[in-house]
Nanobody, 125 residues
Framework: QVQFVESGGGLVQPGGSLRLSCAVS????????IGWFRQAPGKEREGVSC????????DYADSVKDRFTISRDLAKNTVYLQMNSLKPQDTAVYYC??????????????????WGQGTQVTVSS
């Protein structure tokens, strides 16, 4: 059974930073990708960033490029999302997800097999 432990969300002022963590366990895969998605109230789910296990290939949504950085710790099967220069429009529930067969990663939710429970990020003064 695939399990996720997401953490790091919270309330931060505009311009501040947060680091989200996503630890995944209970799966077997020779090559996988983990993605971060977000959904704000009344809006569709949006792909934010993703990273592959092999080679660490990454992708970012245009809205977060140069502000967010995704990284991975292979030994811990954990992916991090460092979010800097946060804006009110970054407010959303952030979800991580795993694509169990992936040589590259996509910001397309349909590619992902299992999802975490989500963590709330609120950017407000």
């Amino acid at each position: 059974q695939v399990q996720f432990v997401e953490s790091g969300g919270g309330l931060v002022q505009p311009g501040g930073s947060l680091r989200l963590s996503c630890a995944v366990s209970g799966f077997r895969s020779n090559g996988y990708a983990i993605g971060w998605f977000r959904q704000a109230p009344g809006k569709e789910r949006e792909g934010v960033s993703c990273i592959t296990r092999d080679f660490g290939n990454t992708d970012y949504a245009d809205s977060v490029k140069d502000r967010f950085t995704i990284s991975r710790d292979l030994a811990k099967n954990t992916v991090y999302l460092q979010m800097n220069s946060l804006k009110p429009q970054d407010t959303a529930v952030y979800y991580c997800a795993i694509d169990l067969i992936a040589q590259t990663c996509y910001l397309d939710a349909d590619e992902y097999d299992y999802w975490g429970q989500g963590t709330q990020v609120t950017v407000s003064s």
